[in-house]
């Protein structure tokens, strides 16, 4: 009974320490984007690895948004707003870009 009993404590113990050694899961993230005519300066937009983004676009004219590595396209129209969701799950520097005008919006840096 007590070998019984050691055993199950060191193995309770043993699932404690790896159940807490892992990364806590990184906070949602919400971007909002505002892409003047003619566009500003390339932004940075900095994510943790791992995070739920929401990313909100609005440009002031009609265009064709993507963003690189992550393969998420579409087009816009001036004034209204579109909503990409997604999961940063990929490190790295990726385009965020105007098709139209072949405008860099923001670097997107995921680490």
């Known amino acids: ?15 404690a320490l790896v159940a807490c050694g892992g990364p806590a899961p990184a906070p949602p993230q919400t971007v909002e984007l505002t892409i ?20 909100r676009i609005t440009t ?10 992550y393969e998420l396209e579409e087009y816009t129209v001036a004034g209204e707003t579109i909503e990409w969701v997604f999961t940063a799950n990929m ?4 385009e965020l870009e ?6 860099i919006w923001a670097d997107v840096v995921v680490s």
């Not at 003047?36 to 990313?55: H, K, S």
Request: glycine share 8%; net charge negative; aromatic share 4%.
């Open 1 to 15: 009974m007590k070998i019984l009993l050691r055993l199950l404590v060191s193995l309770f113990a043993a699932v």
């Open 36 to 55: 003047p005519d003619p566009p500003g300066a390339t932004q940075r937009i900095e994510l943790p690895l791992g995070a739920e983004v929401t990313m």
């Open 60 to 69: 002031a004219i009609d265009d064709h948004a993507h963003l690189h590595g």
């Open 91 to 94: 490190a790295g520097t990726y």
């Open 98 to 103: 105007s098709h139209t005008t072949d405008s």
